[in-house]
C-alpha cells in the first residue's frame, strides 16, 4: 500500500461525491450532524487549490479542506475525514500537516484555528503549535459560528451565549509562534554565554 498526500487537483473532482458521502456518514457515527456541504462547494475547494487529498493508488483515502474567515484573518481547515480502513496508520496526521503548509502558504498572516471535540485532531493541532484558547479569541465571523447550528449541541452554544460549549477551540498565531521561538533562541543564547563564563 502506497498513500499518497498531496494539494487536490481537477484529476480528483470524481472523488467528490465519496468525500461527501464519507464527511457525513463520520458525524452520523459521531452523533455530531454537520450540514453537508453541497458536492458545487467541495468541488470548488478542489479546483481553488484549497484542499488536501489522500489517495491509496487510484482509490480515495482522506481529504480535508480549508476556509478562510473575517477578510482572511483566520484560517480554518475543515472537513477532514480518513476512511475507517486506513484510520490509525497517520494519514490524518499527513494530511493536517500538508493542509497546515498549504494554510501557511496561502494566508501567510492569518491566524489558523479549529473547533473539535476528538483526541485525534487535538494531538495533531498541538503537534503543529496550536494551543488551546477560549472562542472570544477565535474569529468573530458570523458565517463561520452559522456552521454550528446543525449541531446537536448548538443550544449549549446559545445558552452560554457563544462563549463556550464541548468542543475547544484551537489557535496557530504565527506572530506568537515567531516571537516564541525569538524568545527561546535568546535564552539559548544566553545560557551559552553563562556557560562560557563560568564553565557550567
Ligand atoms: C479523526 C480522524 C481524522 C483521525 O484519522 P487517523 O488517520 O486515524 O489519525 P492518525 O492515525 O493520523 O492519528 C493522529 C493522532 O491521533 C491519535 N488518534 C487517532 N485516532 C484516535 C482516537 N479515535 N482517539 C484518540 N486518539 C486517536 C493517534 O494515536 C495519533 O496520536 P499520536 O501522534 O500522539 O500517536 C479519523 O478517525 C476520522 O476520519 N474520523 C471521523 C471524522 C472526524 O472525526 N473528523 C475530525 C473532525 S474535527
Not at 101 to 109: C, M
Request: glycine share 8%; net charge positive.
Amino acid at each position: 500500500m502506497k498513500i499518497d498526500v498531496m494539494v487536490a487537483t481537477e484529476a480528483h473532482l470524481n472523488f467528490v461525491p465519496q468525500i461527501n458521502d464519507e464527511i457525513d456518514a463520520a458525524a452520523k457515527q459521531r452523533g455530531t450532524g454537520i450540514a453537508r456541504r453541497t458536492d458545487e462547494y467541495i468541488a470548488d475547494k478542489i479546483k481553488s487549490g484549497k484542499a488536501i487529498i489522500a489517495v491509496n493508488r487510484n482509490e480515495f483515502v482522506g481529504f480535508c479542506y480549508i476556509e478562510s474567515w473575517g477578510h482572511d484573518e483566520f484560517v480554518a481547515n475543515s472537513g477532514l475525514i480518513v476512511r475507517p480502513q486506513y484510520r490509525g496508520m497517520g494519514v490524518a496526521k499527513r494530511i493536517k500537516q500538508a493542509a497546515f503548509e498549504l494554510s501557511r502558504k496561502r494566508f501567510p498572516n492569518a491566524k489558523l484555528f479549529g473547533l473539535t471535540t476528538g483526541e485525534a485532531v487535538m494531538r495533531i493541532n498541538t503537534e503543529l503549535g496550536y494551543e488551546p484558547v477560549t472562542f472570544a479569541k477565535l474569529t468573530d465571523d458570523e458565517r463561520f459560528w452559522a456552521g454550528c447550528q446543525s449541531c446537536v449541541n448548538y443550544d449549549v452554544l446559545q445558552r452560554t451565549n457563544m462563549t463556550k460549549c464541548l468542543c475547544t477551540g484551537m489557535i496557530y498565531d504565527p506572530k506568537k509562534v515567531a516571537a516564541r521561538k525569538e524568545a527561546a533562541k535568546a535564552a539559548a543564547k544566553k545560557e551559552g554565554w553563562f556557560s562560557r563564563l563560568f564553565g557550567k
